[in-house]
């Protein structure tokens, strides 16, 4: 089984894009996130023309996360216990979304940003992080295959951004934020796509200003974490840099596992 996650900025500019991409790349699942569209605007119909069954979770033109899978789609949850809300008044944003697909339970996740060192919205990531973490020791106390796949807004180690001298007041890189993603970690996951993607320079992420691609400064913050008994059944993992090229392109590259069979 062949599972990836992507950040797509938008899936009503990048639909074709997207669509081009899945049956290029004969993906059996993908978590979406960004589609920065609520349920009704969403392209359930491209999808399912091509044998995908969708999940979206989209309340506004903010966020957004899907799952779309030919391999199974059953029980879908909209979000996980807990989550801290943010917005006047505050509510669960969309940025959480999970399913059963092939035995497997996967969930398309989108971290909040954090925006700036010290502002509430960093507050908010944390705190959500740490909900994270607590449902993540849970599902692995049950001892299940699943994975938390997407965009992470955090890149936890120094090689993970082109220059860390750039990024030392901003966020992505503090102390409290590479402590969160530990603590996911430690709950009982793994990364599954450093061990095959492990060059310097590769990352998931480039600003669309000043060139940041062609220029190579980027960011690793996409990540797929597995539990033990997934872990053990993923024998590669890529990153397509390729996608993040030409007209249209997201800013985000998606990233790919392969999962043995059980």
């Not at 507050?123 to 997407?150: C, I």
């Not at 796509?193 to 691609?213: K, Q």
Request: glycine share 6%; net charge negative; proline share 5%.
């Amino acid at each position: 089984m062949r599972i990836a996650t992507w950040n797509v900025n938008s899936i009503r500019s990048r639909i074709d894009r997207v669509e081009a991409w899945l049956q290029r790349t004969d993906v059996d699942v993908l978590a979406i996130q960004e589609t920065k569209c609520r349920d009704d605007q969403f392209p359930f119909d491209r999808f399912e023309a091509m044998g995908y069954a969708v999940a979206h979770h989209g309340l506004s033109q903010w966020n957004g996360v899907a799952i779309v899978s030919r391999v199974g789609l059953d029980d879908v949850s909209r979000g996980f216990p807990d989550l801290p809300h943010w917005g006047e008044p505050a509510a669960a944003e969309a940025r959480a979304i999970g399913a059963t697909c092939n035995g497997v339970r996967l969930w398309s996740l989108y971290v909040p940003n954090g925006r700036a060192l010290g502002d509430p919205h960093m507050d908010y990531k944390l705190a959500w992080l740490e909900q994270l973490r607590v449902q993540t020791a849970a599902w692995a106390a049950e001892q299940t295959p699943f994975a938390l796949m997407g965009d992470w807004n955090i890149a936890p180690q120094d090689e993970d951004v082109w220059s860390m001298e750039y990024y030392l007041d901003k966020t992505h890189v503090s102390p409290p934020e590479r402590a969160a993603f530990q603590a996911v970690l430690d709950a009982g996951v793994s990364d599954v796509v450093r061990p095959h993607t492990s060059e310097p320079g590769t990352f998931t992420y480039w600003d669309y200003t000043r060139l940041a691609f062609q220029k190579r400064r980027g960011m690793r913050i996409d990540f797929i974490l597995a539990s033990d008994p997934l872990a053990q059944r993923v024998s590669g993992a890529a990153i397509d840099r390729e996608e993040r090229k030409g007209k249209g392109a997201s800013d985000h590259a998606p990233v790919v596992i392969e999962v043995e069979d059980a």
